[in-house]
C-alpha cells in the first residue's frame, strides 16, 4: 500500500529553520524511522517549494495510492488551487503541521485544504507524520470502496 508524504515550502528546512518551533531534525533523519515503524506501507517522500510541483504530485498520485499525509506549508493558508486539487481526488489525505497552528499567528488559524481532508494532526513536530500513518494503518481492514 502506497502512501505519499507530502512536504510543501520551506519544510527542506527542517532542523535548521526555528528549531524552537519545528525542532532540530530533517525530516531526511525522520524518514528512516518512519519506514521502519511502518513496513506495511511503501512510503514515498516528496518536498517542493513550488505550489505547481504540490500539485502535479497529488493529480499523479491521488486516484491510486493508499493515502496522502500533507504538510503544505504556508500554502494551507493561501493556495486555492492545493485545496481544489485535494477536492478533486479519491485518496484520503491527513493533513499535518508540525507546530500548532492555532497557537500561533492569526493568519495560520485557517486552513484552506483541511476541508479537503480527512483530519489535521498539529503541534506535535515531526510526530504528526507518525499520528497521520496510523490512522492509515486503522483503515487496512476497512478501506475497500473507501469515498469522501
Known sequence: MHILILNGPNLNLLGRREPGIYGTRSFDDYLPELRAAFPDFTLEY??????????????????????????????????????????????????VHLSNVAAREEFRHKSLIGRHCIGSISGFKLDSYRLALHYFEGLKPKRVGFKR
Open 46 to 95: 516528496f518536498q517542493s517549494n513550488h505550489e505547481g510541483e504540490l500539485l502535479d504530485k497529488i493529480h499523479e498520485v491521488g486516484f491510486t495510492y493508499y493515502g496522502i499525509v500533507f504538510n503544505a506549508g504556508a500554502y494551507t493558508h493561501t493556495s486555492i488551487a492545493l485545496a481544489d486539487a485535494l477536492a478533486a481526488i479519491n485518496t484520503p489525505v491527513v493533513e
